[in-house]
């Protein structure tokens, strides 16, 4: 079975500074990782996805996340926070095991917090 | 775009009542996957279809139940509701059962409130 950690509940960065929000994965085959955020009583947006190729993956709003297979990671970057990006977000995988429509499984999700 | 509509986005219920949530997808997505989201948790895979059969159980109650139409839309109807069903359900759409694009795309979802 596949399972999802998201070791911080909440991240707090300064406006204008990087942002790191932190996943790592356990799967029995090849993952497939995404990106969530969730704003207040709103549904889920995709941000971005790894499926294959390039370890660094860039998505929506100007957040990247960079794949690392040796580490289990899959942790979501933006080079500078906007307020506007405090939100709640989760790191979700998929794997396809031939069979069956495979839905994601979610982490417990990370509140990202930016400061004025 | 056209994004994934459900309805209704409130509901209030007494405990021991039923709830019928409706999802309609978007266009050419022909599986459909439903989530319970509670209250400052992560979203839980209820169920899943499709071509308008079940494909993947996940921890849904034996209380409820769903199913897909041939418009390729779908039902939740949850019965004996209790408390704990007090939720916010989203229901999800993709366009094919493989990973070939991998994302789902996400409705507003529906927020059941059971008093």
């Known amino acids: 079975a596949q399972s999802v950690a998201q070791p911080e509940d909440q991240v707090n960065v300064a406006e204008g500074n990087p942002l790191t929000v932190k996943c790592t994965y356990s799967?029995?085959?090849?993952?497939?990782l995404f990106w969530y955020v969730q704003y207040p009583n709103r549904g889920l947006q995709f941000l971005l996805k790894?499926?294959?190729?390039?370890?660094l993956v860039k998505g929506s709003y100007g957040f990247e996340a960079e794949f690392n297979k040796s580490q289990t990671s899959f942790h979501l970057k933006k080079p500078s926070a906007l307020v506007s990006d405090s939100a709640l977000y989760f790191c979700?995988?998929?794997?396809?095991?031939?069979?069956?429509?495979?839905?994601?499984?979610f982490g417990k999700g990370t509140h990202l917090i930016i400061q004025p | 775009a056209a994004g994934v509509i459900q309805s209704p986005r409130h509901l209030i219920k007494e405990k021991r009542e039923t709830a019928t949530l409706k999802c309609y997808p978007i266009?050419?997505?022909?599986?459909v996957y439903w989530y319970q989201q509670g209250p400052g948790q992560d979203p839980q895979f209820l169920i899943s279809f499709y071509e308008k059969m079940q494909s993947d159980k996940g921890s849904i109650p034996d209380r409820f139940s769903a199913q897909q139409f041939s418009d390729y839309h779908s039902e939740l109807n949850m019965s004996s509701l209790e408390l704990g069903d007090s939720a916010l359900y989203f229901c999800a759409s993709s366009p094919n059962r493989g990973p070939i694009t991998g994302e789902l795309f996400f409705g507003e979802g529906s927020r059941l409130t059971v008093l």
């Open positions: 979700a995988v998929r794997v396809y095991s031939g069979g069956g429509a495979d839905g994601l499984t």
């Open positions: 790894y499926i294959t190729g390039d370890n």
């Open positions: 266009p050419r997505h022909d599986t």
């Open positions: 799967v029995s085959g090849n993952p497939y």
